[in-house]
C-alpha cells in the first residue's frame, strides 16, 4: 500500500552513461515532482507536472528529461550522467498545487 | 523572490522536553503555504505540519505545533515531549500562490534526542 515509490532505491553507473528513475503514485493525485537533495541535504525542485502537462522546470540541465505516461507516473531520465549529478532524487506528488506533497523514498544516483 | 531560513544547523534535546525549531522567511506573495518536514536517517522525507498564511489559528498535529508569526515572518515548529525517534533533520518549506506547488526548503536543521 506504498503511496509513492520510486525504483531503484539505489543507482551507481559511470560518467557518460544514460539512466532513469521511475515513479509511481497511488493516491490519485494530479500533481508529481522531482526534487534533488545535494550532499549537503540541500533540496531543490527541478519538475513539476500537473495531470501529465509540465508546469515548474527550473534552471535544470538539458540533459535532464522528464516524462510522465499519465497521472499516477513521473519518470526521470538523465543522457551524459556527470559526476555533479550525484544526490539523492526525490519523487514527490499532491492533490492540487496548493496543499501537501508526499514524497518517495528516494534514489541515491552515484557517479563514478 | 521567496526564502527561508533555518539558522540554527543542529541541536540537542533531552528526552520528554520541548523544542523549537526556526524557521524564517521571506515572499512577496500575499497568500502562501508554510510546511515542515522530517527526514531521519533511513532518508525518506515525512510531511508533518502546514499552515497557511491566512489561518487565523496555529497548526497542531500531535506533539508539532507551528508557531506562527506573520508580522515578524516566522513559522517555528515545536515539539513537545522530545522522543527518541525524533532524532531527524528537520527542513522548513514555504509555497507561494503563484509559484505551481514549488516548494522552497530551508536548509534543515539536525534534532538529536538524548536519553
Known amino acids: 500500500d506504498t503511496a509513492v515509490s520510486q525504483t531503484p532505491k539505489y543507482l551507481v553507473t559511470q560518467m557518460g552513461n544514460d539512466k532513469s528513475i521511475k515513479c509511481e503514485q497511488n493516491?490519485?493525485?494530479?500533481?508529481m515532482y522531482w526534487y534533488k537533495q545535494d550532499s549537503k541535504k540541500f533540496l531543490k525542485i527541478m519538475f513539476s507536472?500537473?495531470?501529465?502537462?509540465?508546469?515548474i522546470n527550473e534552471t535544470v540541465p538539458n540533459r535532464f528529461s522528464p516524462k510522465s505516461p499519465d497521472k499516477a507516473h513521473l519518470n526521470l531520465h538523465i543522457n551524459s550522467l556527470e559526476l555533479g549529478d550525484s544526490a539523492v532524487y526525490f519523487c514527490?506528488?499532491?492533490?492540487?498545487?496548493?496543499?501537501?506533497?508526499?514524497f518517495g523514498p528516494g534514489t541515491r544516483l552515484t557517479v563514478l | 523572490a521567496q526564502k527561508i531560513t533555518q539558522t540554527q544547523p543542529g541541536m540537542f534535546v533531552q528526552e520528554k522536553e520541548a523544542v523549537t525549531l526556526d524557521c524564517t522567511y521571506d515572499?512577496?506573495?500575499?497568500?502562501?503555504?508554510l510546511f515542515w518536514y522530517k527526514q531521519p536517517s533511513s532518508g525518506e522525507m515525512i510531511f508533518l505540519i502546514y499552515?497557511?498564511?491566512?489561518?487565523?489559528q496555529n497548526a497542531t498535529e500531535g506533539r508539532y505545533s507551528l508557531n506562527f508569526q506573520k508580522a515578524r515572518k516566522s513559522a517555528n515548529l515545536v515539539i513537545s515531549a522530545s522522543q527518541l525517534g525524533d532524532s531527524a533533520m528537520y527542513f522548513c518549506?514555504?509555497?507561494?500562490?503563484?509559484?505551481?506547488?514549488?516548494?522552497?526548503f530551508g536548509a534543515g536543521t539536525q534534532v538529536v534526542v538524548t536519553p
Open positions: 514527490a506528488s499532491s492533490q492540487r498545487v496548493q496543499v501537501e506533497q508526499f
Open positions: 493516491l490519485g493525485h494530479d500533481t
Open positions: 507536472y500537473n495531470n501529465k502537462e509540465l508546469i
Open positions: 515572499t512577496s506573495d500575499p497568500s502562501y503555504g
Open positions: 499552515q497557511g498564511s491566512y489561518d487565523q
Open positions: 518549506a514555504m509555497r507561494g500562490r503563484n509559484s505551481w506547488g514549488k516548494l522552497q
